[in-house]
């Protein structure tokens, strides 16, 4: 079974910081990995994934994360937060391959995340 | 072009009623999934649709939950004698066939309030 971990729960940071949310994933196999974030009142708008190839992934907003297989790890990151930023970022991944067929996802907790003007 | 939506957007049920939530997904997205989030948690998978074919059920937490989209584009998910734990927030999601690695887009999801 797949399941996600992500271990910070509420990050608050001024603006200008730098921000790595942590991301970790159970599955074995072929993976694909996802970073999706929902600001205040709005619903969940997809930031970056990972499918194959290049194991760091850059998205939208300036965010990037990086696939570490030896460590399970799909960490979120940017150089340098601003307030529009606040909001909630979920970590999530599904089967992978080749294959067609969609695939569910599993989600993480969440991390809220709190930008300091 | 219109992204997911979802109706209604919050409901209330008081315990033991039935309840119905509908999902228009994107023109043309052949998959179509449900997901539960409870407060504090992510989403977390109920079903999935292939057209109307439903392919995958295996995360409906009782036979009080039931869904269809007999037609492959609206999808209605039904609750039945609706209980406090069914509170949540009922997410759907469509996405293009292809490989597995597509994105699903997610509408704003229907918050369920069961008293």
């Known amino acids: 079974a797949q399941s996600v971990s992500q271990h910070n729960h509420h990050v608050i940071l001024s603006e200008a910081a730098s921000l790595e949310l942590g991301c970790n994933y159970s599955?074995?196999?072929?993976?694909?990995l996802f970073w999706y974030v929902q600001y205040p009142g709005q619903h969940l708008q997809l930031l970056l994934k990972?499918?194959?190839?290049?194991?760091l992934v850059k998205g939208i907003k300036g965010f990037e994360a990086e696939f570490i297989k030896s460590k399970f790890s799909f960490n979120l990151r940017k150089p340098s937060v601003q307030w529009s930023d606040t909001a909630e970022y979920f970590c999530?991944?599904?089967?992978?391959?080749?294959?067609?067929?969609?695939?569910?996802?599993?989600f993480g907790t969440g991390t809220r995340l709190t930008v300091i003007p | 072009g219109a992204g997911v939506s979802q109706s209604p957007r919050y409901k209330v049920a008081k315990r033991g009623q039935d309840v119905a939530l509908r999902c228009d997904p994107i023109?043309?997205?052949?998959?179509l999934f449900w997901y539960q989030q409870a407060l504090g948690q992510g989403p977390e998978f109920l079903t999935y649709?292939?057209?109307?074919?439903?392919?995958?059920k295996s995360g409906l937490p009782s036979d009080r939950f039931f869904a269809e989209r007999p037609e492959g584009s609206v999808s209605t998910l039904k609750i039945q004698r609706t209980q406090q734990e069914d509170s949540a927030v009922y997410l759907c999601?469509?996405?293009?066939?292809?490989?597995?690695?597509?994105?699903?887009?997610f509408g704003p999801g229907t918050r369920l309030t069961v008293l």
């Open positions: 999530a991944s599904s089967i992978g391959g080749d294959q067609t067929g969609a695939n569910n996802l599993f």
């Open positions: 599955y074995g196999g072929t993976v694909n």
């Open positions: 990972y499918f194959s190839g290049d194991p």
């Open positions: 023109s043309g997205h052949v998959s």
């Open positions: 649709f292939q057209n109307e074919a439903q392919l995958d």
């Open positions: 999601a469509s996405s293009w066939p292809g490989p597995r690695g597509n994105e699903q887009f």
